[in-house]
């Protein structure tokens, strides 16, 4: 039996427009790194950066003591944390310490738990960011590549997005508001029309068809929401001139990643990716708000063994 291992899990992008709550998909822009030993007794937390470590407050330390408390496993655990994934952009960053740890500790005990499970395990850590539970960045994080989240059973979709697809994000230096997530979900209309889910039903649909084909264009000119992004949008300065300045530069869609504030485009390696991510720098600039861009592709996920 191993007393220490270490896991590494990738920052995500949730919703990719129309699939609110359903999609997800792992990106290589940021990782977090979790690292479990065993001890004598207790749950420790071990970290430089800025996060809570009472176990109770943090998504890692949630998921070990929801796992220890249910595999029934004696002894302690000393979580290190190393986040790479900036929290509050909609980058997954409550879900990629979630889904190390959970990795993490299915690895450290031998449990050879399936994919649906390590999801649901690392949803459990989500719960204390979000206030509620959604997949979409958990099974991402956990399965890498595209991801699509069925509940009620939880049942996980994991396709293998095409090599040639790329992302362009734009995340802003603005501060973010406490408890983030909860508050833009608040937003979310809770009642829709029937036209409008029809289209976004439409679209989510053709996003499918486009990772099963590997089709990134596809992908890109069907990243089109008009339910949530609409009823969100306000809660980032800049947004519509960041999205159609994107766009004229050669972006396929573009879209709020996750619950936000971080802009996201999708294009394909042989677009101008530098000439998006300025276009994008400088509609943030319209509102005065500085930005750090990013050029990523799809990721592995904490649990993927090709890693
Ligand atoms: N699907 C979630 C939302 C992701 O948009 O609220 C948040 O991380």
Redesign the pocket.
Known sequence: MISKITVKAPSST??LGPG??VFGLAIDAFNDIVTLTKTKNGISIITDDNIPTNPENNTAGLVVKNMKKKFKIKGGIEIKIKKGIPAGF?M?SSAGSAAAATVAFDKLFGLELDGNSLVEFAGFGEKAS?GSV?Y??VAASVLGGFVIVRTNPLDVIRIEPPTKLRMCIAVPKIDIPKKK?KV??GAIPKKIKLTDSVLNLSNASAIVAGFMRKDSDLIGNSIKDVIVEPARQHMIPGFVRVKQNALKAGALGVTIS??GPSVIAFTKSSSDLKKINSAMSRGFASANIECQTIICKPSKGAADKRR
């Open positions: 949730a919703n609110f709550d909609g997954g979000a959604h979409d960045n997530t833009s979900r996750g619950a």
